[in-house]
Structure formats: C-alpha cells, structure tokens
C-alpha cells in the first residue's frame, strides 16, 4: 500500500490556468507537507498542517492555497499559473510537528506553458 | 542564502570504489537527516542523527553528525550502481521545519 500518495503525476497547463494537486496518506500521521522543488534540486517548504490546521507558510504567493479537509488529506490549489510555477510538488507527511522522520509523497511535476 | 551547502553537488565514480557527501552549515541543528531521492521519486529517509559526534552505520554507509551540530558527513564504502541517486540532507530548526540542501547527485559507474 502507498503510504503517501499524490494525483496527479503530471499536469500541463497553460498560463492563467487554475488547477489542484491531491495528497493522501494512510499512516495515520497528523502533520502534512507540501514542497516545492525546482530544477535544480532545491527542495523547499511551502505549507505545513497539524490536524488540518496551518502552522508554517513560507511566504508562499496568495494563488497558493491549501486545504485539508480531514488529517489524512490536504491539497493544493493554486490560481492563475505563471511559468515559475513549473517545478516538482511533494506532499509529505509526519507522525507530528515535532518529529523529525518526513515520509514523502512520489512528487506532481507541474508545466506550465 | 543557503543555511545547509552539500559537496560535492555531482559525483562521478567508479563501482567499488569509496566516497564522502558533506553538509555544512554555520547553524546548529537539532537534528539532521539524510534522504535519497531517485529520478521520478519522492525523498526517502535514510537516517537521523540527533546527538552531536553520533556515528550511524546502514550497511554500508556510515552517517557522521559533527560535534557542534552544524555540519554532517556521508560516506560510501565500496559502492555499487545500487548507491546512484540524489543524495539530501536535511536540518532541523526547532519542531516544525525542516531546512534541505541542494543535494548531491551521485553516479556510480559499473
């Protein structure tokens, strides 16, 4: 079974364009992720829940909105894609705020064109 | 600016031969993790070290966290195909964060 899983793998969409990314974990963890990770590598926190509330948001542009509709679940929208959006999306997740084992998601490659 | 550098960023090397990853930063982590990444994939845990100048073996990789708790090492011994990937470490900066380096991608040669 996937522990973390994301919809969907690719998405290519054009400029302007509103479009979501799903993430779902079954190991019963109460803290979620989502990073971002450019083309080179660089692998950044946008937003972290706790029991489907917000705790961190790193100056993350306002198009970017997450919802966590129960524990197990949180998604990403994001409004009126730009080309700098284009990068790998990772949901990750933590049995809590305070432990330090991530278990990640297989990653959305966004493209925008 | 970069809190944690990794070096080197590409390595090339031949199978069975040995290598060290280093991830230095000029602050103090709580902990410090290493993941691998492959091409497609999601990070995935290798280890976490919490205790400054703790040593962790995975077969055959020996994990270092430095004394201070600021920098961190990973070495390769005998390394086989098996090992190529994208090799990040990660520092933890109080509870909630964790802070990544730009990786080190590794390439291990038959």
């Known amino acids: 079974d996937t522990a973390v899983s994301q919809t969907p793998k690719y998405l290519v969409t054009q400029m302007g364009n509103d479009k979501s990314i799903k993430c779902e974990q079954n190991?019963?963890?109460?803290?979620m992720y989502w990073y971002k990770q450019d083309s080179k590598k660089f692998l950044k926190i946008m937003f972290s829940?706790?029991?489907?509330?917000?705790?961190i948001n790193e100056t993350v542009p306002n198009r970017f909105s997450p919802k966590s509709p129960d524990k197990a679940h949180l998604n990403l929208h994001i409004n009126s894609l730009e080309l700098g959006d284009s990068a790998v999306y990772f949901c990750?997740?933590?049995?809590?705020?305070?432990?330090?084992?991530?278990?990640f998601g297989p990653g959305t490659r966004l493209t925008v064109t | 600016t970069q809190l944690l550098e990794q070096s080197p960023q590409f390595l090339s090397i031949q199978e069975g031969e040995n290598l060290t990853v280093y991830c230095n930063s000029s602050?103090?982590?709580?902990?410090l993790q290493w993941y691998r990444q492959e091409p497609g994939e999601g990070p995935v845990l290798l280890v976490t070290?919490?205790?400054?100048?703790e040593v962790k073996k995975l077969k055959r990789l020996t994990f270092q966290f430095g004394d201070a708790r600021k920098d961190s090492s990973l070495h390769i011994t005998a390394a086989q195909p098996g090992d190529t990937g994208l090799y990040l470490c990660?520092?933890?900066?109080?509870?909630?964060?964790?802070?990544f380096g730009q990786g080190t991608r590794l390439t291990i040669n038959p």
């Open positions: 990750a997740s933590s049995g809590s705020p305070r432990s330090y084992e991530q278990y």
């Open positions: 190991l019963g963890h109460d803290t």
């Open positions: 829940y706790n029991n489907k509330e917000l705790i």
């Open positions: 602050s103090v982590f709580s902990s």
């Open positions: 070290v919490v205790t400054g100048g």
């Open positions: 990660a520092g933890a900066r109080g509870a909630q964060k964790l802070v």
